[in-house]
T-cell receptor, first 111, second 116 residues
Framework: EAQVTQNPRYLITVTGKKLTVTCSQN?????MSWYRQDPGLGLRQIYY???????DKGDVPEGYKVSRKEKRNFPLILESPSPNQTSLYFC??????????FGSGTRLTVV | AQSVTQPDIHITVSEGASLELRCNYS??????LFWYVQSPGQGLQLLLK??????LVQGIKGFEAEFKRSQSSFNLRKPSVHWSDAAEYFC??????????????FGKGTKLSVKP
């Protein structure tokens, strides 16, 4: 089944403790992206990647890192999480211009 | 600056009534346009997309949208709403070419409630 898989689905962590949210797609898509969703703010793009080793900032990149070492994987790294990064995170992939296919989301709580 | 505006935060319609959700965009070049739906606790599902050609596009679940360049709008419509259509709807815009095709910008969403 064609899908975007992100893990974990739920995560509670403490301020400052580094964490990684994994994302993997099995559709051989060139583009991958991370969004965060907050009430009243819709989806805001954090980072996106056009292909292996090619990434670019979205609208809200501060406090996040990404890497694209393989085409199928696009992990999101929070080096020192803070409470304002509590949010619902979505990974997505696309062929480019075709619209994103989204994962099921990761609900992150930073206390 | 590129942006997407969904003027209605929350809309309530009766089951069986028609629906129109508004979307206006600001974009420098010819955009790709999308509508997504998010059911409670779920991820986002693509309803339809517009690239070029016929300005009226058909999507899944009986939805359609019309692209109006002169009004910078891409409104979503459905002739008869079902209770299962209750969800949040997002309009999105992205570039039609180039490496930044991954830079898809979303509106803040419109929550649809359906009255029995």
């Amino acid at each position: 089944e064609a899908q975007v898989t992100q893990n974990p689905r739920y995560l509670i962590t403490v301020t400052g403790k580094k964490l990684t949210v994994t994302c993997s797609q099995n559709m051989n898509h060139e583009y991958m992206s991370w969004y965060r969703q907050d009430p009243g703010l819709g989806l805001r793009q954090i980072y996106y990647s056009m292909n292996v080793e090619v990434t670019d900032k979205g609208d809200v990149p501060e406090g996040y890192k990404v890497s694209r070492k393989e085409k199928r994987n696009f992990p999101l790294i929070l080096e020192s999480p803070s409470p304002n990064q509590t949010s619902l995170y979505f990974c997505a992939s696309s062929l480019g211009g075709d619209g994103y296919t989204f994962g099921s989301g990761t609900r992150l709580t930073v206390v | 600056a590129q942006s997407v505006t969904q003027p209605d935060i929350h809309i309530t319609v009766s089951e069986g009534a028609s629906l129109e959700l508004r979307c206006n965009y600001s974009y420098g070049a010819t955009p790709y346009l999308f509508w997504y739906v998010q059911s409670p606790g779920q991820g986002l599902q693509l309803l339809l997309k517009y690239f070029s050609g016929d300005t009226l596009v058909q999507g899944i679940k009986g939805f359609e949208a019309e692209f109006k360049r002169s009004q910078s709008s891409f409104n979503l419509r459905k002739p008869s709403v079902h209770w299962s259509d209750a969800a949040e709807y997002f309009c999105a815009v992205g570039p039609s070419y180039g490496g930044s095709q991954g830079n898809l910008i979303f509106g803040k969403g419109t929550k649809l409630s359906v009255k029995p």
